[in-house]
Structure formats: C-alpha cells, structure tokens
C-alpha cells in the first residue's frame, strides 16, 4: 500500500512506512521539508518499494538536496540508499554505528550495520535549502548516534525516536545509554521548539511538557528499582515483571532492557552493584 502524504504544515510532509509493529506504532514516519527544493529525514525500512515510490511521488520534480538520518536502526536509515540511487541525493546525517574497542558493534541486529553517510553532521551542523534549514541537535541515549533536527525557520523539531509521539524510547545497552537518554532530554527541555514531529506518532504540540514527564516518569522507575532491589528484588527479569506487570508482554524483553539501563546508570553513579545476568544489590 502506497501511502498518502499528510501534510502536518506548508513545507512539511508526512508519510508512513508500511511497517506496524508494537515497536513502531503505525509506522515509520518519514518527513519531506521544504517547498522549491527539498530534505527526506529518515526514508524507513529496506526493501519498501511502495514506500520509495511514494517519497518519489512527493518529492516530484523538486531537487533533494539531501536524505537526512536520524539514527541506524532498521525501521529509519536503510530506504536511504534506495532513495539516493534513485535521486542522487546524498545522505547526511548521524554518524555510523560506534564499534567498541575490539571491532565487535556496540549493539544488536536492529541496527543498519550497512548504513555509510556522505557527511557526518555534529551537533549544531546545518543542511539548507531555499527558504528553510534543519540543524542537527546530538541527542544520544536512545541510541549513540542519534540526532534530532531542528528547523528554526518554523521552531519545529523532528525528534525521531529520542522523543515519540505514543510512547517513551527503548534505551538498550550497550548502545543505548540511560545518563546520556536523560541529559539530552534536559537539552530539549533548555530549548524553546513550538512542535515535535516524532518518527513514531502523532505530532507532539507542548514539547516541554512532555519531555519534563518522559523525565518524571525515568525517575520513577529508576525509584522503583532501587525499592525492588531494597525488598530482595535481584535480576531484571523479576524487576520487569514486578514494574511491567501490566504492559503487553510482548514488549517485557524491550522493557527489561531498559531496566538495565537504568541499573548500568545507577552503577556509574555508585548506587548499586551487579552485572548484566547476574545479581544486582544496592551498594
């Protein structure tokens, strides 16, 4: 099914991946910036040829100047190298995935390990077209490498999955990094952006007030591990059932990921002890 293009405001399309999933809502979202000449951010899933076919169709005779990534997983940067054969337009964005010291990925199979951009942006880094521009904003935590993008001709913020429109992101190490997850959200929290378009949901309209609950609620399940553990709690699997009891089950291994997180988090501050797979306590 090709999908139809929403227009969410001038300049900016939205399209959605044929790819539902308890992970992924109704799809990945993937935005068309711009009026004359045009960005892509986060084209989607390999292999989606309904879906290229549709970013073509929206793109249509305009220039695209550039497709920009978000982050590596599978669901958003793939599409890319189908889009930029298809148009020449070169991919910027994110950095590719961060190898740990010995070579091995700092990461799991839902990361596009094929994925090579044609500029890495830093924070701060800026791609332009006529009439609009998307600054790259480091927003790590969710995964190493991932961005945000900015356009402060609109004071709108495409935020990928570091801030979603239906559900707060997975954090799973050793990729994903909770102390990094919520400082870049007090990043967010320090800037003054009038929307959110996320790459899974509906538009998010009082950004700061999420992002001060997304912070609200990783504190309270950071609490809540610290009483589990205080009550004999010892593996994450009992502190997921414990925490999640009412959470569809198939997201308890995501979640238990994240609860690991938060325990790597609480072990660099000095709160607790423990390794991935064994006993924690706290210290």
Same mark, same amino acid.
Not at 142 to 153: D, G, I, Q, R, V
Not at 203 to 209: G, K, L
Not at 210 to 231: D, F, P, T, W, Y
């Given at each position: 099914?090709?999908? +139809?293009?929403? !227009?969410?405001?001038?300049?900016?399309?939205?399209?959605?991946?044929?790819?539902?999933?308890?992970?992924?809502?109704?799809?990945?979202? #993937?935005?068309?910036?711009?009026?004359?000449?045009?960005?892509?951010?986060?084209?989607?899933?390999?292999?989606?040829?309904?879906? $290229?076919?549709?970013?073509?169709?929206?793109?249509? =005779?305009?220039? $695209?100047?550039?497709?920009?990534?978000?982050?590596?997983?599978? =669901?958003?940067?793939?599409?890319?190298?189908?889009?930029?054969?298809?148009?020449?337009?070169?991919?910027?964005?994110?950095?590719? $995935?961060?190898? @740990?010291?010995?070579g091995t990925p700092r990461a799991d199979a839902s990361f596009d390990h094929d994925y090579v951009a044609d500029r890495v942006l830093s924070d701060g880094d800026t791609v332009s077209g006529?009439?609009?521009?998307?600054? @790259?904003?480091?927003?790590?935590?969710?995964?190493?490498?991932?961005?945000?993008?900015?356009?402060?001709?609109?004071?709108?913020?495409? #935020?990928?999955?570091?801030?979603?429109?239906?559900?707060? #992101?997975?954090?799973?190490?050793?990729?994903?990094?909770?102390?990094?997850?919520? @400082?870049?959200?007090?990043?967010?929290?320090?800037?003054?952006?009038?929307?959110?378009?996320?790459?899974?949901? =509906?538009?998010?309209?009082?950004?700061?007030? $999420?992002?001060?609950?997304?912070?609200?609620?990783?504190? #309270?399940? !950071?609490?809540?591990?610290?009483?589990?553990?205080?009550?004999?709690?010892?593996?994450?699997?009992?502190? +997921?059932? @414990?925490?999640?009891?009412?959470?569809?089950?198939?997201?308890?291994?995501?979640?238990?990921?994240?609860?690991?997180?938060?325990?790597?988090?609480?072990?660099?501050?000095?709160?607790?002890?423990?390794? !991935?797979?064994?006993?924690?306590?706290?210290?």
């Amino acid at each position: 099914m090709i999908a +139809v293009p929403d !227009e969410l405001e001038p300049g900016i399309l939205r399209l959605t991946a044929n790819n539902p999933s308890a992970f992924t809502k109704d799809g990945t979202q #993937s935005y068309v910036v711009g009026t004359t000449d045009v960005a892509v951010i986060d084209p989607g899933p390999a292999g989606d040829g309904d879906h $290229l076919s549709a970013l073509l169709a929206a793109i249509g =005779d305009r220039l $695209l100047r550039a497709i920009l990534i978000t982050h590596t997983h599978r =669901d958003h940067s793939p599409l890319a190298r189908d889009l930029k054969a298809a148009t020449g337009a070169p991919i910027v964005g994110c950095a590719p $995935l961060v190898l @740990a010291d010995d070579g091995t990925p700092r990461a799991d199979a839902s990361f596009d390990h094929d994925y090579v951009a044609d500029r890495v942006l830093s924070d701060g880094d800026t791609v332009s077209g006529d009439g609009w521009s998307l600054q @790259a904003i480091a927003t790590p935590g969710h995964t190493s490498n991932h961005l945000c993008f900015a356009m402060p001709e609109t004071k709108a913020l495409f #935020s990928g999955d570091h801030v979603m429109g239906w559900s707060t #992101s997975i954090v799973s190490p050793p990729d994903g990094d909770m102390g990094d997850y919520m @400082a870049s959200l007090d990043k967010l929290l320090g800037r003054d952006d009038r929307i959110y378009y996320p790459g899974h949901g =509906d538009p998010v309209t009082n950004p700061q007030r $999420l992002v001060r609950g997304m912070m609200g609620h990783r504190k #309270s399940r !950071e609490g809540a591990i610290l009483r589990l553990l205080g009550r004999g709690a010892s593996d994450t699997r009992a502190m +997921v059932l @414990a925490m999640y009891s009412g959470v569809d089950p198939r997201l308890h291994p995501a979640a238990e990921r994240s609860v690991l997180a938060h325990l790597f988090d609480l072990r660099r501050r000095g709160l607790v002890t423990g390794e !991935e797979g064994g006993v924690w306590v706290t210290a």
